[in-house]
């Protein structure tokens, strides 16, 4: 749930206007309050500009009922049409491959159905965890230019016929955001239509990021690194922000990722900062200098997430890797109740490393799809002094335990952070750009492993 934001105060409530009108709209704005005779002195933050591209949340509720298996990208392909079509004559629509409101309303209503757990089954579930109903992320919005006045652009995909661009303007201002008697304002700029008709303005929405300010990007979707619209935006971006936990097809997805740090594109990953405590208490448990030898002993590890998607563990495996220098060479997708990968890594003196990533179905499912639960680094030395075992507060080792040996462990509780929710890790985000070189240190072990796995 979205914190409490500071109250709002509403220059400009949401103003259909063309495309060619949006900056005219926005002067006007501010020439009125400029001056305070509108009753109130207000000024347009300059602080730097956030756009969030946000699909209308279509593929996602039919990835969720099971007609969808293609990326969460809010480009209205064959896949996409073809799954409209199979919901359309499932539910009694006539059968256009396009989608309306009415068809939309249809689709939320049984999804709701669907969150009754005994109507789940393994392959929906996943998509049923990651659909946010709060599709438009105004919440989110409102936050971030609660605490960052800034120019937010939300350009919004739909699946519908391709009607061109319908552009809104507006302006509001938290309340506590005061210089003297003048309030810092936040100005919207709401772009709507197909991913076709988005790129064919690309050079519009790439003259409404502000000259000269830092610009960060919030790609809520599987980026495409052939999309027009994606390659003409993050040219000049200083940040490219994405979150891994919404991922639809994690393995695919982070192949997309680390071929985009490749190319030398700066991205953050919200989901990166979420394993933070589990890299802290690692990295402690081998602090005390008659540990610190034992950590290159270690040769057995695994992990285990909360089964639905494998983007966290998948990010903590490659950051190990990179701190112990890890060479992968070899990744196996077994599948199965616990849905589990094993991957195979070279390491200093041509030793050999097994890892067993396992997603466990769980009752109680968190708010970040793939949490981590517990892991364990071990030894085939039995004389090695490295086993140890990371748990969550909230699941425990009990798996872990269950597998002999764990009176020589070195067991450890992992306390969450409690800032984990995307708006908190989007705000901290949003304080600083450029490269994370630990992030991308990793990634490129965790690409190294996606590569393997595409072979």
Not at 73 to 100: C, L, N, P, W
Request: proline fraction near 5%.
């Amino acid at each position: 749930m979205v914190p409490t934001s500071p109250p709002l105060v509403s220059l400009q409530a949401p103003k259909d206007v063309s495309i060619d009108e949006i900056e005219a709209s926005l002067r006007d704005i501010w020439q009125n309050y400029s001056s305070g005779e509108a009753g109130l002195a207000a000024t347009r933050a300059t602080t730097f500009s956030f756009l969030i591209y946000e699909p209308d949340g279509t593929q996602l509720l039919l990835a969720a009922l099971g007609f969808y298996t293609g990326p969460i990208d809010g480009i209205s392909g064959g896949r996409t049409e073809a799954a409209i079509k199979a919901a359309q004559k499932a539910y009694d629509f006539e059968v256009t491959g396009k989608s309306d409101e009415a068809f939309i309303k249809r689709l939320k209503a049984e999804f709701e159905q669907l969150t009754v757990l005994d109507k789940q089954t393994p392959d929906n579930l996943r998509a049923a965890l990651q659909y946010a109903p709060d599709l438009d992320g105004a919440g989110v919005a409102d936050a971030i230019a609660s605490s960052n006045p800034c120019r937010i652009i939300t350009l919004c995909p739909t699946t519908g016929a391709d009607e061109g661009v319908t552009a809104q303007v507006s302006a509001y201002c938290p309340i506590q955001k005061r210089s003297s008697s003048t309030l810092i304002c936040c100005e919207y700029i709401n772009l709507r239509g197909t991913a076709e008709a988005l790129e064919r303005i690309g050079g519009i929405i790439s003259a409404l990021m502000i000259p000269d300010l830092p610009k960060f990007i919030w790609w809520k979707a599987t980026p495409q690194s052939d999309y027009g619209l994606f390659q003409r935006l993050v040219k000049n971006c200083d940040t490219i922000i994405v979150d891994s936990s919404s991922f639809s097809h994690a393995e695919a997805d982070l192949h997309c990722i680390g071929s985009l740090i490749d190319q030398g594109l700066p991205i953050a990953d919200l989901n990166w900062r979420r394993i933070a405590p589990w890299q802290e208490l690692a990295a402690e448990a081998f602090d005390p200098p008659e540990r610190r030898l034992q950590i290159w002993e270690v040769d057995q590890v695994v992990i285990d997430y909360e089964k639905g998607n494998p983007s966290q563990a998948l990010l903590y495996l490659g950051w190990l890797a990179s701190r112990l220098h890890w060479k992968p060479i070899a990744y196996e997708h077994e599948g199965g109740d616990y849905d589990i990968r094993r991957i195979r890594f070279v390491g200093k003196e041509q030793r050999h490393i097994s890892v067993e990533l396992a997603g466990i179905p769980t009752a109680d499912w968190g708010d970040i799809p793939g949490d981590l639960i517990s892991l364990k680094l071990d030894s085939t030395n039995c004389e090695a002094d490295c086993c140890t075992v990371l748990c969550s507060e909230t699941t425990g080792c009990m798996r872990m335990e269950s597998g002999g040996g764990a009176q020589s462990c070195r067991i450890n509780q992992v306390t969450s952070l409690s800032d984990q929710k995307t708006e908190q890790l989007l705000g901290q985000q949003l304080q600083r750009w450029g490269k994370d070189m630990l992030y991308e240190e990793s990634m490129v072990l965790t690409y190294e492993m996606m590569q393997l796995m595409a072979r």
